[in-house]
């Protein structure tokens, strides 16, 4: 009976995460768009269900909800379905769309070539875990774990990527000190070069068109010696101002989009100033400073970690209360507290996962996807999901108590933990070094020539 109920749970809320999947596929990633294919949003929604069906599944081990056979039933019955819209059917839609989409291809050979690229697909998946120490003894083909294995190495790249430039950029595009101070009269002068740099584009193209008009507009006088001597002279000095002026043009066009990206550049500073100063902005200046922090703080753990191959034996949680006991000499039941401050912290990490990574989505479907390639794109989405959740149980796992940890160990039994998180410091390392690089030349003012001068030679 027991059972029941708990399948009953879990039912209800697999139904309420598919409504929301259908409410933020209509909503937000199809709003501009017209849905032609009703089967592509069932696959987003089912697999944005049974996504957050994994991170609920969490929330339980430590609220303990549910009975353990339930729990771990459910983990099982979970993880096979997620695995197979991941590796199965989305790859399968993905193909057939594809193949689809080339016109020339018949109908007649759309369904063999989906079938044929889907077992490339079925074979550089499989092959992918070859170079990566995944499990500790052998499973076999059809197997839990040799596909969660083979999930998490692309999943856990995708999450140390974007952690690593999150946590770079974050600071970046929040904190005041990164804020160049512009002032009105920096884009008015700077507007005003690029009208006038545009007034002088329009004088030379115009000159260009007068030149044309009077070749033109010449008499024909080839029919003397003379005549033919004249023309060519003047047919070759005409050549030549056109040429002139064509790489002076050239040259200005470049000035001027130089200058509009300069100009688009100061409004946004000048936005970003007014927004610095509201109560939002100063909360977001803050928080900065502690992603600073925090960024500074993980890269050089990522640093030790790789250095000397360590990997935490123990949570977070589990480990600031022990300093806290030992250190502070403050006696608090530790397993009492582990587990509400562990139900805070995760909680935390699995809505700031899915909000996260549902407004990355939405940016990344906006600015790549068009009327004839947005279906593709939303299963291609649909499948970094289904990834992306599936590897972050496996990271969620150190940041819980070992004692909540026992079913995943089970279910995922033979699994190298330590491995995901290694290749997670890896990344992570990478990405944010990568990222400070990038965003201290992006930041780096550019060397601007004075180009007054300029504009009174070239005219």
Known sequence: MAFLEDTAIILVSQILFFCGGIVFFVKQLFKNYEIKHISIQMIFSITFALSLTLFE??????????????????????????????????PYYIAHSLINNIRIVSNRYSTPLTIVLWLGYLYIFWRIGDPFPLLSTYKGIFTIEQGVSRIGVVGVTVMAILSGFGAVNFPFTNMTYFIHPVTPNDVYSTERKLMQTIDMILAKKKRIAVERRNRQKQPNTTSSFWGLIKSVTNSSTNSENIGQLRLEISGLEE??????????????????????????????????HFFSLYCLWKIFICTINIVFDRVGKKDVVTRGIEIVTNWCGIHIDIAFWSQYISFILVGCIVVTSIRGL?????????????????????????????????????????NMPAEYRVIITEVLSGLQFNFFHRWFDVIFLLSALSSIFLLFIIRKPPVMVDNDTSYESSN
């Open 255 to 288: 000035l001027a989009r130089q200058l509009f990206l300069e100009v688009h550049e100061m409004k946004n500073m000048q936005e970003r100033q007014r927004w610095s100063q509201t109560l939002q902005g100063k909360y977001f200046n803050v928080l900065g």
């Open 57 to 90: 599944l969490i929330i339980f081990e430590i609220a303990g909800v549910l009975e353990t056979t339930s729990r771990f039933f459910h983990w099982r019955l979970s993880l096979i379905a997620i695995l197979v819209m991941v590796v199965a059917v989305i």
């Open 358 to 398: 549902l407004i990355t989505l939405t940016k990344f479907f906006y600015k790549i996807s068009s009327s004839k390639s947005s279906n593709i794109i939303v299963l291609i989405l649909a499948q970094l999901m289904g990834m992306y959740f599936c590897s972050s149980v496996l990271l969620i796992r150190m």
